[in-house]
């Protein structure tokens, strides 16, 4: 039996058109994957030891003087007793855990596809990532732009410096702001190195 070429290219736009319109349908997903650079140190610590031991003490009892025949409390002997003390000290190895957060992976869930960004500031400054009405919005600033101090964000206000990035459904946008009051897609007065988005593989 011949196929018409002409039905089967209309069946294949019409599956593909379904596809399409149940993708969009299901709506979008936002999620975020927090990637970090982790250091152990080692150190000693002297943490005093605990046990029982076993300490004697007197028993008393009465007791008779025949010289002058009368009783008299005394020492009739000895007991063992258990305290729990001190015994010593042992060295412990201890370790503290240092981590610092390297870059944020966006996942948008389209249903049938997943598109993966991802913010590395590493070697950047400093990132920090909230949900804002169903988007997620990463702020970046560095110690230069003012933004920063130790390794922390200390916000945008006033004339910092920062990078913004929007994740809204299907949406990726990128802010700048300056010495000015706003974000705004080009700031001429924004001075801060680049910082981009990258795809991330499956």
Not at 85 to 92: D, I, K, L, S, Y
Request: some cysteine.
């Amino acid at each position: 039996m011949k196929v018409n070429k002409a039905v089967v290219i209309s069946l294949i736009f019409i599956v593909l058109a379904a596809i399409f319109v149940f993708s969009q349908s299901i709506g979008t997903t936002l999620s975020v994957e927090q990637k970090q650079d982790c250091t152990t140190t080692y150190y000693n610590v002297d943490e005093p030891v605990y046990d029982y031991a076993t300490r004697a003490k007197d028993t008393y009892g009465t007791c008779f003087n025949s010289e002058n025949s009368s009783h008299y409390r005394c020492v009739n002997g000895t007991e063992d007793y258990q305290v729990y003390e001190r015994t010593g000290t042992q060295t412990v190895l201890r370790n503290n855990t240092d981590c610092k957060t390297t870059s944020f992976v966006v996942s948008v869930d389209k249903g049938l596809v997943t598109d993966r960004k991802e913010i590395d500031f590493s070697s950047w400054g400093v990132c920090v990532q909230k949900e804002e009405n169903d988007c997620i919005v990463v702020l970046c600033g560095t110690q230069r732009g003012g933004s920063a101090w130790k390794g922390e964000f200390i916000g945008c206000d006033g004339g910092k410096q920062c990078k913004k990035f929007l994740f809204c459904g299907n949406e990726v946008k990128v802010y700048e702001k300056g010495s000015g009051p706003e974000f705004v897609n080009e700031d001429p007065t924004y001075r801060l190195p680049s910082l981009n988005l990258k795809e991330v593989g499956q």
